[in-house]
Structures are given as structure tokens and as C-alpha cells.
């Protein structure tokens, strides 16, 4: 019904920046709320940044300043610009969207597959 494609993952220099892009597809008339979580080795999946459609936005702390999220409604698509990275910041990112509603019925909740962010010397 609905897939999530991530792209922009890969080696990042501490310090330096790199962009994630999320599109979804499949009959999609609305998307509630999309977001980018993450998975650290060892650790749990963590909230990074969402976004709703009247554009609220929610950060964790420790990215506060430095990932900016955004979207385009009409392509679906959620991103999340990446500055100052940290090696902490490494993880497996995930897409995340919730309340999608699709010609085939509502959707709550729906992932992506992943992307590697490293970020290392």
C-alpha cells in the first residue's frame, strides 16, 4: 500500500553535513505526521525530529540546533538536513509516517527500510 524510500545515508565527517530524503508512494491522498527516527548499535530506536501537516515540529534534544526537518506535502517526501554531525549521531535512520490515508483505507503507521548515517574521521 505504502512504501517509504530513504536516501542520502553514507560516511559523514565529523562536523560536516549531510541530507536525508524520504519519499513515500502508493495512493496517498494525506500524511498526518513524518518523522525520522533512529537505532544506534546496542541501542533502542530513538525520535529524532517529526513533523505535522500544519508544519508543527518536534526535535529531540540532542539534535536541537543542528538537524532541521521539513517536508513537501505534494511530493510526499520528508527530509532531514544534517549539520555539525557528531560520531554520536551514528545510527541506522528510519522514516517514519503516521496517519496515512490512502485510496486503499488508513494507514496508522509505516516504516522505511533504513539508511546508514556514519559519521567518522
Known amino acids: 500500500q505504502v512504501q517509504l524510500v530513504e536516501s542520502g545515508g553514507g560516511l559523514g565527517q565529523p562536523g560536516g553535513s549531510l541530507r536525508l530524503s524520504c519519499a513515500a508512494s502508493?495512493?496517498?491522498?494525506?500524511?498526518?505526521?513524518m518523522g525520522w527516527y533512529r537505532q544506534a548499535p546496542g541501542k533502542e530506536r530513538e525520535l529524532v525530529a517529526t513533523?505535522?501537516?500544519?508544519?508543527?515540529?518536534n526535535y529531540t534534544d540532542s539534535v536541537k540546533g543542528r538537524f532541521t526537518i521539513s517536508r513537501d506535502n505534494a511530493k510526499n517526501t520528508v527530509y532531514l538536513q544534517m549539520i555539525s554531525l557528531k560520531p554520536e549521531d551514528t545510527a541506522v535512520y528510519y522514516c517514519?509516517?503516521?496517519?496515512?490515508?490512502?485510496?486503499?483505507?488508513?494507514?496508522?503507521?509505516?516504516w522505511g527500510q533504513g539508511t546508514q548515517v556514519t559519521v567518522s574521521s
Open positions: 517514519n509516517a503516521r496517519g496515512v490515508l490512502t485510496a486503499s483505507g488508513y494507514v496508522n503507521d509505516c
Open positions: 502508493g495512493r496517498i491522498f494525506s500524511i498526518n505526521v
Open positions: 513533523v505535522g501537516t500544519g508544519g508543527r515540529i
